[in-house]
């Protein structure tokens, strides 16, 4: 029902000491995405839609990504982390402006699907004025437990607050919610904080609800799409369920993956038909993958366009910056970055490439080396389509080589060199004829060789 409009607010304000980290909680990465912007990226998106993120004070980095991840968003300022409900209310603003439908997520369980928020709003569109999301855990310890009646949602008992029964119930609150707009704030207003830890907990939303006569719902799914990190353990854990998801989803678009538990993907990695990876490839942010190309073992690649059947690795190393057209060949130990390849460029072997536009069909030989720091500034280097570069030259940068030009191998070339020409800059070879024998027949003559024992 895109008329409707959806306000989603994400809490954040979490201190994440457990991660023993200087980095915000939130910002680590799963798939190569920090966990605010999955969770930012499941949010509705429709025209009418917004989102309302609460931050902790100082938090400049987080409110950054986020502008990063959804431009559109507003962020708010949580400055005393008084509980849950506490922090949902820094958005008053937000909900005050009245949407339809009001999500409330948090920032560190990035797995939520954006199907699942579709079906906590259809619940509120079938009359709910709060839909809960649970799931089974397996270790219910620490949750909140839904307590239900028949399908009557009747309240949430927090750890601290159950008793041995209620701790017993493995139903537990996964911590999405979702208000009707109209009477979410009456109902947050209302939630004291007369518990053991004096928060202010969203949970008591629901025995609220009821005791304005309207209903809550409660909305079940899987453990693992609702997985919330406070650990590095936890973050490896929702790698890994990451990982198979991205891998299925690969799987099912039609790219070959050969062995699929050892490739790694990241969440934007887009393949094109007929792809191929090898075993043990590493894909983070930024790439995309065109038909026909194959991905040879041990490749780690990142912000990197690659063009259709080309072929990478084994042991390539593309950088930020790469773009590769049509059937460029990169082999073993290349490594590139902010380098531009036209069709069917070869670098083969050993070479690094950066800062560099590459003409259609040049072919780069072993060990060449693009020299483009100075140690203060970066230059490029520009290779003319059809060109030839020898095996162990060094390209000084800035510098230009010809359409059509070759370059003798072990050169070491800081000048431009023009189309078509032949550079070389090497000493002449010297010829002794016979010396390597007048050398040895002189040795033996002054030491006896050792003999064997
Ligand atoms: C909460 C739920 C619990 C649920 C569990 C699911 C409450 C009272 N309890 O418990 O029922 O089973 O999540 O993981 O809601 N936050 C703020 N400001 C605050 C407090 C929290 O922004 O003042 C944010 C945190 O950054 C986090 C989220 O809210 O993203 C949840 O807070 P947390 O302290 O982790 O709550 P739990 O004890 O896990
Ligand atoms: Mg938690």
Known sequence: MSSRSTLTIVL????????RSSLPKVLHPVAGRPLIAHVLAAAPDDKNDAIAVVVGPDHQVVVDE?????????????????GTAHAVLAAREAIASGADD???????????????????????????????????????????????????LIAIR?????????????????????????????????????????????????????ELGLRAAVIETDEDEVRGINTKAQLAEAEQVMQRKLRQAALDAGVTLIAPETVFLAADTTFGKDVTVEPFVVIGPGVSIDDGTVIHSFSNIVGARIGRNASIGPYA?????????????????????????????????????????????????????TCNY???????????????VGSNSSLVAPVRIGTGAYIGSGSVISKDVPDDALAVERAEQALRPGWAKRFRDMKMLNRKPKSPK
């Open 158 to 210: 927090e750890q601290a607050d159950a008793n041995e029964v209620e701790r017993a119930v493995t139903l537990c609150n996964a911590g999405v919610m979702a208000f009707a707009g109209k009477t979410a704030l009456k109902i947050l207003d209302r939630i004291g904080n007369g518990n053991s830890k004096c928060e202010y907990y969203l949970t008591d939303a629901v025995t609220i609800v009821r």
């Open 66 to 82: 986020i502008k990063r991840a959804r431009p559109e968003a507003k962020t708010y300022v949580q400055h005393e982390r008084l």
């Open 317 to 369: 190393r593309l950088r930020p910056g790469t773009v590769l057209g049509e059937g460029v060949r990169i082999g073993n130990f290349v490594e590139t970055k902010a380098a531009d390849l036209d069709a069917g460029v070869k670098v083969n072997h050993l070479t690094y490439i950066g800062d560099t536009h590459i003409g259609e069909n040049a072919n780069i030989g072993a060990g060449t080396i």
């Open 12 to 19: 954040a304000a979490g201190e994440g000491t457990r991660m």
């Open 374 to 388: 100075d140690g203060f500034d970066k230059h490029r280097t520009e290779i003319g389509a059809g060109a030839f």
């Open 102 to 152: 009001i999500l409330i997520a948090f920032g560190d369980t990035p797995l939520i699907d954006k199907r699942t928020f579709e079906r906590l709003r259809t619940a509120l569109r079938d009359g709910a004025a709060l839909a809960v999301l649970g799931f089974r855990a397996a270790d219910p310890t620490g949750y909140g437990r839904l307590l239900v009646e028949g399908s009557e």
